[in-house]
């Protein structure tokens, strides 16, 4: 009743009094974090209203990003009105009025292995195409229009996840700005946060606006990947939570695990039935297991790890080393998972079409330095930088997206960890491992032929082949293959990625 | 007498005793604010000795804004090596010394005022062929080979201040993409930071290295203007000093027009005879003026302040208000300073062609709220987001170059800060006013025509020039024109550029 009570208050919460009513309920009975889905909702609506008393920061989150499964509760007219476009909050400003929007969205806090993933895909296909909309995100025929006169593609549906990151704040105006799709295709972002991080997010949507991408037609942010990975035809997985303090990777691994299995979960209700993965959230190969065993209905191969950044450091060394401008090196592999057992292979890599070992002849140097400063740039860089390496990260990814639209080029090929099942090299299935693939542009890849393996190198794929079966038993129990028994036997997390 | 010992003494700055002599001399006769220019001169080097002394913070100061004319001390074979290539500290790192080339910087405090302007480029003509080289960067071939198989026109210098910045963190990277100058524009990126962030900037460098742009082919970092903008160009100075706490407009002007003074000075020695400048650090149109009046040997016209960012965000402001895309709207004209007495007309602008008045019927709104609006968002989005808008002002950049390298849409025209030298608009000549400007796509600009002006635009337009005549007169000792006068009715610093 209690909570009724509050639905119709808040539905005026542009007016003070509701709040300081809430803030009574609040103080006397929210615990926000409540298991059950009935009770939390209630109290996670008050728990937001204390902060609605507070300041504009909670409004925002109550207005874009609370939501529900919307298999569960919500009437089938309610997916029409999954994501808030950019311009939502901007309209209420401006004085249109934002509040049907409120009364659309219940909240509710659900751990995210308590979630369970539908049977079938949660919103009915036909809703999406009476979608609510605000100010320019109406204007669909202004689109169509566009796509004509601008002989444009016609929409796709990019979800980012850490969208309020440093990598984000790089990799989504990159996205926005045609860098990575090209001049003509329009793009629609739809950006997951966390509850903490939502009034950042409408700070990055504001930014995306004030930079009048024609490009960029739909943002919308929000918390619940239900309602965020809708209809999405690529997901940017980048989110994931640093390692805490005294943090074993084992346990590094179970509360990323646990948010990459609920993202599994709701790619495969609510995104294209094609979507293409990218797990950059590390420990992002075994993330990418996860994610794609808890997405059935989706294909296995459509999921990726990145290694990309991996691969553009190689090249980078190799270059250094050759003393050659980096765009004469092709063909490097980073073979296996993203971490200090990877395996940079200067055996097949080239440079002029040359086999980097009859240009390269220190071969010393080949075998020890160079993976040690690919593996140990980032800390460099954090040293040197005090921060991160997110630009080139997001390059990075921006690199990783290409090479799967665009045709790779004849002779060459790219490094991605993808998933094992039925592989040339004598790599274990059943994991997901950087290996050498090839596109035809069309978001597909295969993997490359004329590939050479010697002895020094299949040693090094192999000990990195061992970690990740390992990983893989440390979360038996997100992949649904019982219970998980770790025994990761050492500390292989990349400097500047702890 | 003194305070030449001094400037012999400060020329060792890189050890602590002078700054404890200085720090006496200082403590005895320092008169910050004199108004005489030789005294203020000398006070105002004892004054940063002080700082100096206090922290590695003002000695980023003296390394930016101190350095010395080539001509009147380096050797004429110290020109050949005026820029650190990318590789350097990689060379470095595997064992090339990188202390040669730090030795070539000399550094002497000399206060800006102190400096002549040479009388002619200080670096003759034929040195920069045989300038010092590293790895990639020495196969000169290797590009021209490139040049003519990829069809690519001949590289560009850039120079950018405040290269180790938030914002520069994300224009650095659109420059090297491709996506400001095209993609067959190979650039050099020649990037002047602090002593304090020379090892963010080599951080920068080795993302920028990472990224493997292949129209990138030189990067070279360091922090004395005389070598950085060497034949750049194009110069983006995007570096400037934070407002300290308390410090009034006035010393915000002082100690940022000295840097711009400053580079105004090393610009006119060695960058190309037709650099075009961008000046985006604040207060910029009176730092643009500085800088152009401390380079008479380059075309006052080759100068610009940013304020693109406010011409983009007014634009997404009526987008918003009259419910349709931002694409809509053109003809934004940004009257004025980069300040709060900025003008966004309302009046000129147009949506789908039509004058906003005639489809916004607002009139109370476009007259108070819209300004508002438009120049609190910076405010607005550090509240959100906890940082200033880095993203969307590179983006700002990068669309203020592409409006002078591209041609202007027919009808339309943009908005940048300019010397007004024989305007049809009567606004007062001499200052650097942001005003609507078209151009064939050459790097030059004029002035629009069919431009309205009536009352109520008049006055605000005004205002804002009564305020740059004001900050004018308090920089006159910086422009050469006598004694600084300073009395600057209020603060007028824009929220969020604090």
């Not at 009935?38 to 996670?44: D, K």
């Not at 980078?316 to 592999?333: I, P, R």
Request: with cysteine.
């Amino acid at each position: 009743m209690l909570s009724s009570v509050w639905i119709v208050l808040s539905c005026h919460a542009s007016r003070p009094w509701p709040y300081i009513i809430t803030l009574f309920q609040t103080l006397t009975k929210s615990t926000p974090f409540q298991s059950s889905l009935s009770l939390s909702s209630f109290s996670y609506s008050h728990f937001l209203c204390v902060f609605f008393f507070f300041g504009t920061f909670f409004m925002a989150l109550s207005k874009i990003s609370t939501s529900h499964t919307p298999s569960q509760t919500l009437k089938p007219n309610f997916y029409s009105k999954p994501c808030v476009p950019l311009q939502c909050y901007d309209a209420r400003r401006s004085g249109v009025s934002f509040e049907q929007h409120r009364k659309l969205r219940i909240s509710c806090s659900v751990a995210p292995n308590q979630v369970q993933a539908p049977v079938a895909p949660a919103v009915p296909s036909d809703t999406t195409s009476n979608r609510d909309c605000y100010g320019v995100f109406c204007t669909t025929y202004d689109l169509k229009a566009d796509e004509k006169t601008k002989s444009w593609k016609s929409l796709i549906k990019i979800a980012v996840s850490g969208a309020a990151g440093m990598i984000s704040n790089h990799l989504l105006f990159k996205l926005a700005s045609g860098e990575v799709f090209g001049p003509d295709q329009p793009i629609a972002l739809q950006l997951l946060g966390s509850e903490r991080s939502l009034q950042a997010l409408e700070g990055v949507a504001m930014e995306l606006e004030d930079s009048l991408y024609p490009l960029l037609r739909e943002v919308s942010i929000g918390i619940n990947p239900y309602e965020v990975f809708q209809d999405c035809e690529w997901a940017l997985l980048i989110g994931a939570k640093p390692r805490g303090p005294g943090m074993e990777r084992a346990g590094l691994l179970d509360i990323n695990g646990q948010i990459f299995a609920e993202q599994g979960k709701a790619l495969n209700a609510v995104a294209s039935r094609n979507v293409k993965v990218i797990v950059v959230g590390n420990p992002c190969n075994t993330n990418a297991l996860i994610c794609l065993k808890n997405a059935p209905n989706i294909p296995a191969k459509n999921f990726h790890a990145l290694t990309r950044l991996d691969e553009n450091r190689a090249k980078c060394q190799l270059a250094l080393k050759a003393g050659v401008f980096y765009d004469k090196v092709s063909n490097m592999t980073i073979w296996g998972n993203h971490s200090t057992t990877q395996v940079p292979d200067f055996l097949n890599a080239k440079i002029n079409g040359i086999p980097v070992k009859e240009v390269i002849k220190d071969t010393k140097w080949l075998e020890t330095e160079f993976t040690e400063r690919v593996q140990k740039r980032g800390g460099v860089l954090i040293q040197k930088w005090g921060r991160s390496s997110a630009a080139s990260t997001a390059v990075s990814i921006v690199d990783a997206i290409r090479s799967l639209v665009t045709p790779t080029p004849e002779g060459d090929w790219f490094s991605t960890g993808v998933y094992t099942n039925g592989n040339p090299y004598g790599i274990a299935e059943d994991i997901v491992f950087s290996m050498p693939c090839r596109s035809k542009g069309d978001g597909d890849y295969e993997l490359a032929k004329d590939v050479i393996i010697d002895d020094f190198l299949r040693e090094r794929i192999k000990k990195s082949e061992a970690e990740l079966l390992a990983e893989k038993r440390c979360v038996a129990h997100l992949t649904g293959e019982g219970n998980a028994f770790c025994d990761l036997p050492e500390d292989t997390m990349l400097p500047g990625e702890q």
